[in-house]
């Protein structure tokens, strides 16, 4: 990948200027990936029906407000109204999911993630049916030119796995294959 230009940070040095420009390498020397640390998320338990997809949609829906995210929210809006019903409505929740992470707008894809790793976590083992095709698209974004989306990458790749990590540890080997080209 090659290094694209500065984009402006804010200045935590000190000095002057509010913001300082940084490299994409330097940026890239910055990512935070921190599943395996991080135990509860930007909410509580959900209530009985609730689930954490259903939390994240709506949070998202009030931080996010692009013409791409609200065209996923109304696609998908209308199974979140308990665990059952997303459970019920899996396959097009993923389908969506899948759709929108092959968008090249930053705005969409962090959010898309997230809500991607807590589907994971409400599922649990009934997302191992999507689980190659998903890795795919999340793999497929780490090549992106945009730090933000490279680091949600890797964090939705770590929830993945922290979250599955007992239907995955009984065979390894198709996870290995499917990261193997990244790996080098």
Not at 76 to 82: F, H, I, K, N, P
Not at 87 to 112: G, M, N, Q
Not at 158 to 164: E, N, Q
Request: charged share 25%; aromatic share 10%; glycine share 2%.
């Amino acid at each position: 990948m090659k290094d694209t230009g500065s984009a402006p940070q804010l200045n935590t040095l000190g000095g002057a200027n509010r913001f300082s420009h940084k490299s994409f390498t330097q940026r890239a020397k910055e990512i935070e990936i921190n599943a395996p640390r991080r135990i509860v998320r930007d909410f509580d338990e959900p209530d009985e029906h609730g689930s954490y997809f259903a939390e994240a949609l709506q949070k998202w829906s009030e931080l996010n407000c692009t013409r791409d995210y609200s065209a996923f929210m109304r696609r998908v809006s209308s199974y979140r109204q308990s665990l059952a019903q997303v459970l019920y409505h899996k396959e097009d929740i993923v389908s969506a999911i899948e759709d929108y992470l092959t968008t090249e707008h930053e705005l969409v894809l962090v959010p898309i993630l997230d809500l991607m790793t807590t589907l994971v976590r409400d599922l649990q083992e009934e997302v191992l049916p999507y689980y190659e095709r998903l890795v795919r698209r999340i793999m497929a974004l780490v090549r992106s030119d945009s730090i933000e989306v490279i680091e949600a990458a890797f964090n939705a790749l770590a929830y993945l796995f922290k979250y599955l990590a007992k239907h995955l540890t009984a065979d390894l080997r198709p996870t290995f294959t499917l990261l193997a080209p990244m790996l080098g």
